[in-house]
């Protein structure tokens, strides 16, 4: 369950973004990809769990090149929040410990604002907007390739010199309060007399070594440096530490690469942080899928609308629909922030589409651009299946059957949400149905 938000916290690595957004064209991509996805995106679309994206997400799609359109898209079907940079999330637990050390009032160092830009349980928006930063015209690749190279180097040199695992992670420990040094003395000017002995100490401390990014960085730096006599030092290493280290604990399900996996359950970094961890082989793949079927089947989403309304083909005045579903925007969104409502228009693929005088020649369906789902409806249908259709899809307790377009007020949605709270069966001529009967 959720540790400290209401939504499941769910960090997909580049892997299983890159596998999912080739799903529907690649062949030899597994179909467990495809599933895992759908349930992730349900369970975002239901306001049950999200999928954070982040800096160093940008920087591994900006190496596919090819994909990175597909994987910003997929994405953006996860989750609309996003993750501070590794330093940033290193700065924030930073600034907690030393207030803990000097005895002051500090804030949970995994309180989700130390890691998030924008609160993960905030509502889930109809449409996402990101910008392309096209970090694909810097060269990240060989960077990533030059660390691997020193990095193996390294430890090729201890495992000659047998250096076991607990002495390099002091030696990871101290090259962190050296950096904490320098980064101080980048930022805050030369380190005074006066303040140096605490801020030694501070380094030297177990408020420290504790800090949740350092102690997991430490480990897995570490471990791969001294533990693996044949396993080489990879370019994906690096990235994978980095963010392992810096949002693995505010997470509750992290799915990486099965090596790191592996990590995060031997050093029981997941057991310390409470994280669920998968990779990407099929027994993992099945797993999680069998863990988000099971979760998202006893979860109940952290909000739901107030009232949902469907709107029907009407017989007569369908050209009329770009100006009704206006009225049906503008009333949605008069709701205000402690409610909310949503619209969706059955198309039975007679209705007008409209072209836009800033749009020219690119077609706009019959609802315009409000934020409204559309559902086809099939042929020869009747009230009965159209009524079931509408319980499978609402989310509210109550929904309106629109069935003619009419002039509606502003204070259409929300008066037709305080209807059904009364027991009132219709609002401006529509019927209100119960969800249940």
């Given amino acids: 369950m959720p540790k400290r938000t209401r939504k499941l916290l769910v960090y997909l690595d580049q892997n299983f973004l890159s596998e999912m957004s080739k799903a529907d064209t690649h062949e030899k991509v597994r179909p467990e990809f495809k599933?895992?996805?759908?349930?992730?995106?349900?369970?975002?679309?239901?306001?049950?769990?999200?999928?954070?994206g982040s800096w160093l997400h940008d920087v591994e799609s900006s190496l596919a090149t090819h994909l990175k359109d597909r994987i910003v898209s997929y994405q953006h079907y996860l989750g609309q929040v996003r993750l501070y940079r590794?330093?940033?999330?290193?700065?924030?637990?930073?600034?907690?410990?030393?207030?803990?050390?000097?005895?002051?009032?500090?804030?949970?160092?995994?309180?989700?604002?130390?890691?998030?830009?924008?609160?993960?349980?905030?509502?889930?928006?109809?449409?996402?907007?990101?910008?392309?930063?096209?970090?694909?015209?810097?060269n990240f690749r060989d960077g990533r390739h030059s660390t691997a190279i020193e990095m193996e180097g390294l430890r090729e040199r201890l495992l000659q010199k047998k250096v076991s695992y607990e002495e390099q992670v002091k030696v990871e420990q101290q090259t962190q309060r050296e950096e904490f040094l320098r980064t101080y003395s980048r930022f805050c000017g030369p380190l005074p007399q006066d303040k140096l002995p605490e801020l030694t100490a501070f380094t030297q401390s177990s408020d420290f070594t504790s800090i949740p990014l350092l102690s997991i960085e430490a480990r897995l730096f570490a471990t791969i440096l001294t533990r693996y006599a044949e396993r080489k030092i990879k370019p994906s290493d690096g990235t994978d530490i980095d963010a392992l280290s810096a949002y693995a604990p505010y997470m509750d399900v992290v799915c990486t690469d099965a090596f790191m996996a592996e990590q995060m359950r031997s050093l029981r970094i997941a057991e310390e942080y409470g994280v669920s961890v998968f990779h990407a082989k099929t027994s993992s793949l099945r797993a999680l899928k069998t863990f988000l079927e099971t979760f998202l089947g006893g979860t109940a989403p952290i909000r739901r609308p107030s009232i949902t309304a469907f709107v029907l083909p009407p017989k007569t005045g369908r050209e009329q629909s770009f100006q009704f579903f206006g009225q049906l925007g503008i009333a949605l969104r008069a709701m205000g922030m402690n409610e909310y409502g949503e619209i969706y228009a059955f198309d039975d693929g007679g209705m007008p589409s409209y072209e836009l005088r800033q749009l020219p020649g690119r077609p706009v369906p019959f609802c315009g651009l409000q934020?409204?789902?559309?559902?086809?409806?099939?042929?020869?249908?009747?009230?009965?299946?159209?009524?079931?259709?509408c319980r499978e899809r609402c989310r509210s307790d109550h929904f309106v059957l629109i069935d003619e377009y009419k002039e509606i007020p502003?204070?259409?949605?929300?008066?037709?949400?305080m209807s059904a709270?009364?027991?009132i069966e219709t609002t401006h001529g529509y019927r209100i149905y119960k969800m249940h009967d």
Avoid: C
């Fill in 371 to 389: 934020d409204v789902t559309r559902i086809e409806l099939p042929r020869g249908i009747s009230i009965d299946e159209i009524l079931a259709i």
């Fill in 86 to 138: 590794p330093d940033e999330i290193r700065n924030a637990q930073t600034s907690a410990a030393f207030e803990r050390f000097a005895g002051r009032t500090a804030p949970d160092p995994l309180r989700p604002e130390a890691a998030f830009l924008d609160h993960p349980d905030q509502q889930v928006e109809r449409f996402g907007i990101s910008v392309d930063a096209h970090l694909e015209r810097h």
């Fill in 35 to 52: 599933d895992v996805y759908e349930l992730l995106h349900q369970g975002f679309v239901d306001e049950k769990l999200v999928v954070p």
């Fill in 410 to 417: 502003e204070t259409f949605m929300l008066g037709a949400a």
């Fill in 421 to 423: 709270e009364h027991g």
